[in-house]
């Protein structure tokens, strides 16, 4: 769990930090609040995360932010701030300062912000574990060291401290086999893994001096080599065997993607994301092939995706206007044929339409999972046509949204449920927008626009309909006098409770009564 630590001179912002924010929910606890950096200090060593005003007496947010990196401070920092300074803005990144907040207040901005710097410190934490990791595997044989070294730098483009290995060649180059599919069966996953380790199994048994393992969905083969090209000899000698090995599968190519040779160890990222975008390329050239980054990366064209087309599909998306991004995918795809994309084109022209989907429909107010991105370029590397992703891209523009969508009336109504308990279960009470806010955990401003869009009335009329309608069952039964009544379900007040009655049913309780007697 982090800790927090709000800092405001203003007491009544770190009470309302304090107790609108559903903490747990995110993993994160409130471990004190200070009214200046004086206050701070010595307490934001405990924090992981400091949420603090910048104009503050005794001690101000931005020298509160210096000192505290001075002493060694390693957390995350959220300014939140009433001024718009530019000044006070490029100080605070200097120390270090995460997110720049203006007030008033937003809890949602807020929420964003702070699960952005859990996930940040997360993913810290977790490559600070894996540099851990490959340092305890000194003792371990120079070939297992390695390839663990290899994978390391497949996955953060960093070379692990306190490692020392000498390579005997000069050049850096990796591949990356891929088996695709006849037909996306049920079971194609364990399918899928047993290939990649059968066709492991081959590479390490029958090509010495490569390193090779399976890295998510594909085959990663790494070479060391003395001369540029090796790698691609090698694989061309092999790919008769490699393809073999397939043939009891229902694998209706293997395709090879190769990056570029590199001479620095820390390259051999740049060379397998190069080999990544190899494979990909196959959606436009073909597959069951070796595609060699170098050969097409000269293929220069135009972006396919420009700023204009980027602000076509926000407006789409803000308008759902579905008829007309497929008739804007249909005309993107009608620019995509060899000889006018490269690999590395393909792959942004992807990437970028899928972050400004998810982008725009977080703006939306959608609640797009953290790993919403990663999903979906995981379901793209199983594209090996441009049909297939065209398809899919219109999938996840159209069908997509309507799921999150679906999604988020569903998690609007949940809460809005909740109340609606509240109020049949307390509506005898002095019931309040407040107490019911308080209830599910709500600011309440929040709660009274949340409750008018899903039930089509505000809180209080809901409130008062919901009590008539109990004094309208209490009249009915007779035998209880007006005034208790009034008491029952709410009003202290009788004669108040008689005009309220009277305005909503249009006649009084009295004349109400006698119609059931």
Not at 105 to 112: G, S
Not at 144 to 160: A, D, H, N, Q, S
Not at 372 to 383: P, V
Not at 486 to 493: D, H, I, Q, R, S
Request: a negative charge.
């Amino acid at each position: 769990m982090l800790n927090v630590l709000i800092i405001d001179d203003e007491k009544w912002i770190c009470e309302l930090l304090i107790h609108s924010i559903d903490w747990e929910s995110m993993d994160m606890r409130v471990v004190g609040d200070a009214i200046n950096g004086l206050d701070a200090i010595e307490r934001i060593m405990e924090a992981d995360i400091a949420l603090t005003d910048i104009r503050m007496p005794g001690m101000d947010g931005i020298e509160l932010m210096r000192t505290a990196r001075d002493k060694g401070w390693k957390g995350e920092c959220i300014i939140i701030s009433g001024y718009q300074d530019f000044e006070y803005a490029q100080k605070a990144m200097e120390y270090g300062v995460s997110q720049y907040i203006l007030k008033p207040i937003d809890e949602d901005e807020i929420k964003i912000s702070l699960i952005k710097l859990a996930n940040k410190i997360k993913a810290q934490k977790n490559q600070s574990s894996i540099q851990h990791e490959i340092s305890t595997k000194l003792e371990q044989t120079t070939e297992t060291l390695r390839l663990e070294t290899m994978k390391y730098i497949v996955k953060t483009g960093e070379t692990p401290k306190k490692v020392e290995l000498n390579y005997p060649n000069k050049y850096f180059q990796c591949a990356i086999i891929w088996p695709d599919y006849s037909s996306r069966i049920g079971d194609i996953d364990q399918i899928h893994e047993s290939i990649l380790d059968r066709l492991l199994s081959y590479v390490n048994k029958n090509i010495r001096d490569l390193i090779a393992y399976i890295e998510g969905a594909a085959l990663v083969i790494i070479d060391n080599e003395d001369d540029v090209g090796d790698i691609v000899r090698i694989l061309q000698v092999h790919m008769i065997e490699l393809k073999y090995i397939v043939n009891n599968y229902p694998v209706s190519a293997l395709t090879v993607g190769i990056g570029k040779p590199y001479e620095s160890l820390k390259s051999v990222k740049s060379s397998y994301d190069e080999a990544v975008m190899s494979v990909r390329y196959r959606i436009v050239i073909g597959k069951g092939r070796i595609i060699n980054f170098a050969e097409y990366e000269t293929r220069r064209s135009r972006p396919l995706f420009t700023i204009k087309q980027k602000r076509q599909l926000v407006s789409m998306l803000q308008l759902e206007d579905f008829d007309a991004i497929h008739n804007w995918i249909a005309e993107l795809f009608s620019q995509i044929h060899p000889e006018s994309i490269n690999p590395e084109i393909l792959d942004q022209f992807v990437k970028e339409i899928v972050q400004t989907f998810y982008y725009t429909i977080e703006d939306l107010g959608f609640e797009v999972g953290c790993d919403a991105f990663k999903q979906a370029i995981n379901e793209y590397q199983w594209l090996s046509t441009t049909d297939e992703l065209k398809n899919w891209l219109t999938k996840k523009l159209v069908w997509e949204y309507h799921e999150y969508n679906e999604q988020r009336k569903s998690g609007e109504a949940r809460p809005i449920s909740l109340v609606r308990e509240y109020i049949e279960k307390y509506y005898s009470d002095n019931v309040s927008l407040s107490d019911a806010a308080e209830s599910v955990h709500m600011n309440p401003n929040y709660l009274s626009t949340l409750f008018k869009k899903v039930t089509g009335k505000s809180f209080v009329d809901y409130l008062t309909e919901y009590r008539i309608e109990m004094a309208k069952a209490f009249l009915k039964n007779g035998g209880i006098k007006i005034n208790d009544i009034a008491g029952k379900v709410g009003y202290t007040n009788p004669g108040y409770f008689t005009k309220t009655f009277k305005r909503q049913v249009g006649i009084s309780p009295q004349d109400f009564r006698k119609l059931y007697m």
